[in-house]
């Protein structure tokens, strides 16, 4: 009633006898040529009108969801930032890590009422502080949900993990395109309870979601179960954790998901351990009167010692096996898949766990336990957002500025100041290239390189940003033409469907949530034939991995509609092409 009353509308009042008449004769004098809504249209604007189809729309989904499922759903949470710190000393109990009391910047986000903006490092305690900032505004809001997004899959389950913990795994939802895969041994599909869970999940109705960008961004294009996600988020908390990781086409959609939802009610907080300063400016002007906050005390700690080598990392073999050998907790980071591999197949012999994309959904879920306590890791860049692992020695190929700040971030992650903890960073391979152009800056990779070559040994997180700063100089992600198209796009979508039609699988190429480098298909490796043909078809997509598009052409295989792939796979290296 509150949002009916903020835009002056009244309920209608409903005919009796309505339930008598013909659906298809009221359709059409809703919507059919000079129907009720094309008059709409024409006395108010495309976005209040869509906001009255979702709210009444979603009031009935509810009450259908409600009685369908003869069960109860909790609309927030209440738990206290009091009981949040009792749960982050535990936390730190359980490390062996002494907890001195909140930081300052956890306790300026616990106090800040509002749009926030936080540049924190890593392995600080900034999920905890956007916990706390999320709990105080959700109050705020008379019992807010809490929305918590991330760019990567790997990334959202473990912090759905830290969530489940503090608020209970069933006032917590997932939601990505696998989540329904993470939790293995629900119930079956059929069951009510099962489907409940799915459902309630990928529409934000559970008082806490955690999930990818992707699952808020679909909306404006009218997709999934869009309307129910809008009357979630509208008038939510809303934190988008590690805001550097997206490109201009993403990032272009959040500007315009945050500009939507802001004028529902939400409220954001934008964070991540780097963040230039045009990319500040930026949500400075989407957010105004939002503060900055950072960790001003530890951007000057300076936790471990970098190198710069004028080599690729292949030739480094023998030192990352030496370090091993020498008991060091060794991280190793490359750029792709196939250099993962290849390394991973030269040092065999020292065990290392080999960990990025390209797995099937079991074998990743193994690995992704064992990773905590692995003192040998070579990965690709999944590794670098939000996996609370600690590592001595980190040897990665140069990447963006701000990427090799997150995968030095998971070296000494608690700051020990006795500690013997490294960063070499290689000369990147040419396949980085191709990866690495968010903003059409092909020279990208050689510029970090070189400011890192300049730069001293030990350098404090403070260095980092301002390393950060430098190489992306000159460089604005909001000046690229993907950045200018994606802050249309939303506009264009909902001209085409009157604001309030759902899009049809495929309909627009343009409407998508990211665009990669090259297409990708989801594939299953011919190996496991014979076990997905005898496999109930909800347990396919386990065995499903992805392979470059030209690839999964040249090798397909049809068996029972199902594409297969002929190519080789193998439990600890993944998929090889």
């Known amino acids: 009633m509150l949002a009916f009353k903020q835009h002056q509308w009244k309920l209608p ?23 009720i809504f094309e008059k709409l249209l024409q006395i108010d604007d495309l976005e209040r009108v869509r906001t009255l189809y979702f709210l009444l729309k979603g009031i009935l989904h509810y009450a259908d969801w409600h009685g369908s499922g003869m069960v109860q759903v909790n609309y927030s949470v209440f738990k206290s930032p009091a009981m949040l710190i009792e749960e982050l000393a535990n936390r730190c109990k359980d490390k062996q890590i ?52 991330l760019p990567t899959m790997a990334t959202a389950n473990s912090i759905w993990k830290r969530f489940a913990s503090f608020f209970g795994e069933n006032n917590v939802g997932l939601t990505h395109s696998s989540a329904n895969l993470f939790f293995d041994g629900k119930a079956e599909e059929s069951q009510w309870e099962n489907r409940r869970d799915v459902l309630f999940d990928k529409t934000f109705i559970t008082p806490v979601t955690v999930g990818t960008v992707d699952q808020l961004l679909t909306a404006g294009f009218n997709s999934g179960w869009w309307v129910l996600k809008e009357i979630n988020a509208a008038n939510a908390v809303i934190v988008l954790d590690e805001i550097h990781a997206y490109d201009g086409w993403t990032l272009g959609l959040i500007i315009s998901a945050i500009r939507h939802f802001s004028n529902l009610g939400a409220r954001f907080l934008v964070m991540s351990a780097t963040m230039p300063t045009d990319l500040v400016h930026l949500f400075q002007q989407e957010l105004p009167g939002a503060p900055v906050i950072k960790e001003n005390k530890l951007l000057t700690a300076k936790r471990s010692t970098y190198f710069v080598e004028n080599q690729c990392i292949d030739e480094a073999v023998d030192a990352i096996a030496s370090a091993v050998n020498d008991g060091k907790r060794v991280l190793v980071v490359v750029n792709t898949v196939d ?7 030269k040092l065999k012999r020292l065990a290392p766990i080999c960990y990025h994309s390209r797995f099937i959904f079991k074998d990743r879920k193994q690995i992704e336990k064992k990773i905590d306590t692995a003192n040998f890791v070579i990965a690709t860049q999944v590794v670098e957002v939000s996996l609370d692992i600690d590592f001595d020695w980190l040897f990665t190929e140069c990447a963006p500025p701000d990427a090799i700040a997150q995968r030095a971030g998971r070296i000494n992650r608690y700051r020990d100041s006795k500690r013997d903890s490294r960063v070499y960073i290689f000369q990147a391979s040419e396949k ?94 011919l190996c496991f034939l014979e076990k997905v043909l005898n496999s109930a078809p909800k347990e396919r997509r386990r065995y499903e991995l992805k392979v470059p ?3 999964a052409m040249r090798h397909k295989q049809y068996q029972r509609e199902i594409l297969f792939c002929d190519m080789i796979y193998d439990a600890n290296l993944g998929g090889i092409l």
Not at 339 to 345: E, F, P, V
Not at 435 to 464: G, V
Not at 465 to 485: G, N, P, Q, T, W
Request: charged share 25%; hydrophobic share 35%.
């Open 98 to 149: 002494e907890y001195k009391g909140l930081r300052p910047f956890q306790e300026k986000m616990s106090l800040h009422s509002g749009n926030l903006i936080a540049i924190v490092p890593t392995g600080s305690g900034k999920t905890e502080g956007s916990l706390l900032w999320a709990l105080k505004n959700s109050r705020k809001l008379g019992g807010a949900k809490i929305i918590y997004l």
């Open 13 to 35: 009042e409903i005919p009796r006898g309505l339930e008598k008449q013909d659906p298809y004769r009221f359709l059409s004098q809703i919507i059919g040529e000079n129907g």
């Open 549 to 551: 598009l030209w690839y």
């Open 339 to 345: 250099q993962c591999q290849n390394l991973s197949r």
């Open 432 to 525: 980085s290239e191709f990866l690495y152009n968010p903003i059409n800056s092909p020279d990208i990779l050689q510029r970090t390189f070189n400011a890192f070559k300049k730069a001293p040994c030990k350098i404090a997180e403070q260095d980092l940003i301002d390393i950060v700063d430098l190489v992306y100089r000159d460089i604005s992600i909001d000046d690229s033409e993907a950045f200018k198209i994606a802050l249309q796009q939303y506009k264009l979508s909902q001209k085409a469907r009157m604001g309030i039609f759902d899009s049809r699988l495929g309909e627009e190429k343009q409407e998508v949530t990211r665009q990669p480098k090259y297409e990708t298909v989801s594939v299953i490796p």
